[in-house]
């Protein structure tokens, strides 16, 4: 039996579906608000780029750990269609930086209004970008790498 193509494995579920998620980019979407209307520039203090940086991977591990075992029942059924468990910890990093990137698109149209350097804070940007993805990741890979999925998927 042949592997199936990468792309359905990770592209069925890159887009944030669950109502975790959507309550994780309107957190993220409301301090990013709040950010932009308190005052500076964002990323211009360390209060600011600390805040964030708390912000974001706290709030994507929360979003990520809820709902796990339809999560867990999901991953089982991509395994056994073909999918690696590589593929599907990219599915959920991708679905993490989406989130991410949604919940901080009042700083990022922001930062493209104003007339100052892109390259520092779009650098910053990235770094969140890829620190809520990443954690959202986090308990994806604890799952397709513990020893019950391993049991689960065998039997």
Request: proline letters at 6%.
């Amino acid at each position: 039996m042949d592997r199936p193509s990468w792309a359905p494995v990770i592209l069925s579920g890159a887009l944030p579906r669950e109502l975790s998620d959507l309550l994780a980019m309107a957190i993220l979407g409301l301090a990013s608000i709040q950010l932009v209307i308190a005052g500076p520039v964002p990323f211009t203090g360390l209060n600011i780029s600390w805040l964030l940086l708390l912000l974001v991977p706290l709030i994507c591990m929360l979003a990520a750990s809820s709902n796990s075992p339809n999560r867990e029942r999901e991953e089982l059924a991509l395994v056994a269609y073909g999918g690696s468990s590589k593929q599907i910890e990219l599915r959920y990093l991708l679905r993490g930086g989406i989130i991410t990137i949604i919940g901080l698109v009042p700083i990022l149209l922001r930062l493209l209004s104003d007339n100052q350097s892109l390259s520092t804070n779009l650098g910053v940007l990235v770094l969140l970008v890829a620190l809520g993805g990443s954690t959202y990741a986090i308990p994806a890979f604890r799952r397709t790498h513990s020893v019950s999925f391993v049991e689960q998927f065998k039997g």
